[in-house]
């Protein structure tokens, strides 16, 4: 991997060659079997940094698993500072995903055609308290994903955090519709030492 950073802008490029870290599963009788292929893989980041305004792009191009195909999700932040006329930052994100697979012959994704739309808000306080919340909205199906996140740190050695994922409008053949009565919110407690 080789990164740069360049004025208001940053980018990288990567390479790789080995065994996929996500299976491809077949079908073995009345089972699946995970088969990690061996793939090549070149990926490119780009950020550009503009005032309020962040711009940022991530592509690649597989092959290994399957046909050759590409992915990429590009997508502009832009953030409110001073938000409530307090110390908080307010960021409004949307984001374009793509991926070309095939998902007979690779893993399965959720991001093939999709748009997130969500807003992160950052207290910019002693605990670094922030929460994000959106969704991923596919374009071709009635299927949404509604993300929250959130944590705050308490001394130097406590981390607080919320997590909540909620699947609606999913059927076959999204890969989602595997995981659409799977909602959860999740409450953790850290500690580091």
């Known amino acids: 991997r080789w990164s740069q950073s360049l004025g208001s802008w940053d980018f990288a490029l990567s390479r790789f060659r080995g065994t996929a870290r996500a299976p491809r599963m077949v079908v ?21 940094t503009s005032g309020d305004w962040l711009f940022k792009l991530e592509a690649m191009s597989r092959s290994g698993q399957g046909p050759q195909f ?57 605990g670094d308290s922030s929460l994000l919340a959106g969704a991923l909205i596919d ?35 999204d890969p989602i519709a595997a995981v659409n009565s799977d909602d959860f919110l999740t409450l953790t407690l850290k500690r580091s030492f």
């Open 139 to 173: 374009r071709n199906t009635p299927t949404r994903v509604l993300f929250i996140e959130g944590q705050r740190r308490f001394g130097d050695s406590w981390v607080l955090g919320l997590k909540g994922r909620f699947f609606t409008g999913a059927a076959l053949p």
């Open 28 to 48: 073995a009788g009345p089972s699946l079997t995970p088969v990690y292929d061996l793939i090549d893989q070149t990926g490119l980041e780009l950020q550009y």
């Open 70 to 126: 590409r992915a990429a999700v590009g997508g502009v932040e832009w953030t409110l500072p001073g938000t409530f006329g307090s110390n908080a930052d307010l960021g409004l994100l949307v984001e374009y995903n793509r991926d070309t697979r095939d998902p007979a012959l690779a893993p399965a994704t959720f991001y093939d055609d999709d748009v997130f739309v969500g807003a992160r808000l950052a207290l910019n306080d002693i």
